[in-house]
C-alpha cells in the first residue's frame, strides 16, 4: 500500500495544483454572497474528481494480467505513455505562453455572473472533464486498480487521491468561510496572479510529473 501511495500523492499534489478548478472557485468567492456557489462548485470538484479515480481503478481492476507485484508491466507501459502525453501538452502549453493566459483562463471571469447553486455544482463536476485532469486522473486509477492491494486498501488510497486533489479548492472555500472580507484582498491578488501566469504554471506542472512519470514507469519496466 505504501508503494501504491507514494506514486499516486504526486499525481494528487498536481491536481490539487490546477489552475483552471482554483481560478473558477477564486472568481465564485469573490462574487457577491458568494458561499452557496463556492461550496456547491467544490463539492462537484471533489464528487467529479472521486468518480473518475474510481472508475479508472475499477477498469485498471478489471483488466487481465498475472502478476500484480505491485504493478504488472502493461501498467508502467501506460505510465510512461501518459508521461508522454502530459509533456507534450505542456510543450503546447508553452507555444501558446505569449498569450496573457491559456483559452478558457480569462472566460471564467463572465462563467460566474449570474450563476445559480446548482449550476456551480455541475460548473464543478464539469471542470473533471478536461484532457490533463483525465490523463492525472487515470494515472492514478491505473496505479491504485493494478496493485495487488485489497479492496479496503485501495478504497483508503482513492478516498486520500480525491481529498489531495480536492484540498486546494476546498481550502479556499474553507479559508474565505474564516476570513469573509479580511482575505478578499489576498484571494483577488492570487486570483490576478494565476490569470497572469496561468500558461507557465501550466507548463512546469505538466512537464514535471509527466518527466517523473516517464522514469518511474521506465526504471520499473526495466528492473522488472
Known amino acids: 500500500m505504501s508503494t501504491v501511495l507514494w506514486y499516486t500523492l504526486p499525481i494528487a499534489v498536481a491536481i490539487a495544483l490546477s489552475v483552471f478548478p482554483i481560478v473558477a472557485v477564486l472568481v465564485l468567492l469573490l462574487e457577491p454572497e458568494p458561499m452557496r456557489r463556492s461550496v456547491a462548485f ?23 494480467h498475472e502478476r500484480r507485484t505491485p504493478f504488472p508491466p502493461w501498467a508502467h507501459v501506460a505510465e510512461i505513455v501518459i508521461g508522454i502525453v502530459l509533456v507534450v501538452m505542456a510543450l503546447l502549453v508553452g507555444r501558446r505562453a505569449g498569450r496573457s493566459a491559456p483559452a478558457g483562463v480569462t ?39 493494478a496493485a495487488s492491494l485489497e479492496f479496503v486498501a485501495s478504497t ?19 479559508v474565505y468561510a474564516v476570513g469573509k472580507s479580511r482575505v478578499r484582498p489576498s484571494l483577488d491578488r492570487l486570483h490576478r ?4 501566469h496561468a500558461a507557465t504554471v501550466l507548463r512546469l506542472l505538466g512537464a514535471l510529473i509527466g518527466v517523473a512519470l516517464i522514469v518511474i514507469g521506465t526504471v520499473q519496466l526495466t528492473s522488472g
Open 42 to 64: 467544490a463539492v462537484g470538484w471533489a464528487a467529479g474528481l472521486l468518480v473518475l479515480v474510481t472508475v479508472f481503478t475499477i477498469s485498471a481492476k478489471l483488466t487481465p
Open 156 to 174: 483508503m488510497i482513492v478516498v486520500i487521491v480525491t481529498v489531495v486533489g480536492a484540498s486546494t479548492v476546498v481550502g479556499l472555500v474553507v
Open 193 to 196: 496572479y494565476l490569470v497572469d
Open 107 to 145: 472566460e471564467l471571469s463572465g462563467l460566474a455572473s449570474g450563476m445559480t447553486t446548482p449550476r456551480a455544482f455541475a460548473f464543478g463536476l464539469m471542470m473533471n472533464v478536461r484532457p490533463k485532469n483525465i490523463v492525472l486522473t487515470l494515472a492514478a486509477g491505473l496505479a491504485i486498480g
